[in-house]
């Protein structure tokens, strides 16, 4: 890269995985290993840890494999449509919390509205998939499970900070205008794990 230093903050700088992922799909990962995120490039220490939600769910995956059968109970069918309309009104209630104008006072307060409109959107995709962690051993039918994760897959992709959705949410920014760069500002402003 090269030019002004500005300019370089503006760009992508890419996912860039690494192995510092992995603690934080694990519980009290993040304590373990919280200086490794006062260093490096905010917007890829965000990225990884986005990706810590979708690997634990996939850690998850095993469990009731061992444990619960794929298919007993009744009670099973009824758990997976509760969990299914859930997962709608959830997928609804996330898109009306973001839709809201990002703050565009300061890169900060930039920065820290993304921030928390992507940590939303995954936590409300995440839900009806814990829902189905838990239903699966209520009812003894690991099935629940799996359709519940299945539910929960487009909320994680729709949250990904991905090239693309950058793009669309500085799109926004620039209509409602701020001419502030949302990549820049992720890329400026540390991110802070507590």
């Given amino acids: 890269m090269t030019g002004e230093p500005g300019k370089q903050?503006?760009?992508?700088?890419g996912w860039h995985l690494n192995w510092r992922v992995l603690p934080l799909a694990f519980p009290y990962g993040r304590f373990l290993f919280r200086r490794q995120w006062a260093r490096?490039?905010?917007?890829?220490?965000?990225r990884n840890i986005?990706?810590?939600?979708?690997?634990?769910?996939?850690?998850?995956?095993?469990?009731?494999?061992?444990?619960?059968p794929f298919h007993?109970?009744?009670?099973?069918?009824a758990w997976a449509i509760g969990i299914g309309v859930f997962a709608v009104v959830a997928q609804i209630a996330a898109t009306r919390l973001v839709q809201r104008p990002m703050p565009?006072?300061?890169?900060?307060?930039?920065?820290?509205?993304y921030r928390a409109r992507m940590f939303l959107r995954v936590a409300f995709a995440?839900?009806?998939?814990?829902?189905?962690?838990t239903a699966a051993?209520?009812?003894?039918?690991?099935w629940v499970f799996y359709a519940a994760l299945l539910l929960a897959i487009p909320g994680l992709v729709r949250a990904a900070p991905t090239r693309a959705a950058l793009v669309r949410e500085q799109d926004a920014l620039n209509a409602s205008g701020c001419d502030?760069?949302?990549v820049a500002a992720l890329r400026r402003t540390p991110l802070k794990l507590k």
């Fill in 9 to 13: 903050r503006d760009e992508d700088p």
């Fill in 104 to 113: 565009c006072d300061s890169d900060e307060t930039l920065a820290a509205g």
């Fill in 137 to 142: 051993f209520v009812t003894e039918s690991s």
């Fill in 72 to 77: 007993r109970g009744s009670s099973a069918y």
């Fill in 126 to 133: 995440n839900t009806p998939a814990l829902f189905g962690f």
């Fill in 180 to 182: 502030r760069s949302l």
């Fill in 40 to 46: 490096g490039d905010s917007l890829i220490n965000l």
């Fill in 50 to 68: 986005y990706l810590s939600f979708p690997l634990s769910l996939a850690f998850l995956v095993i469990v009731p494999l061992g444990v619960v």
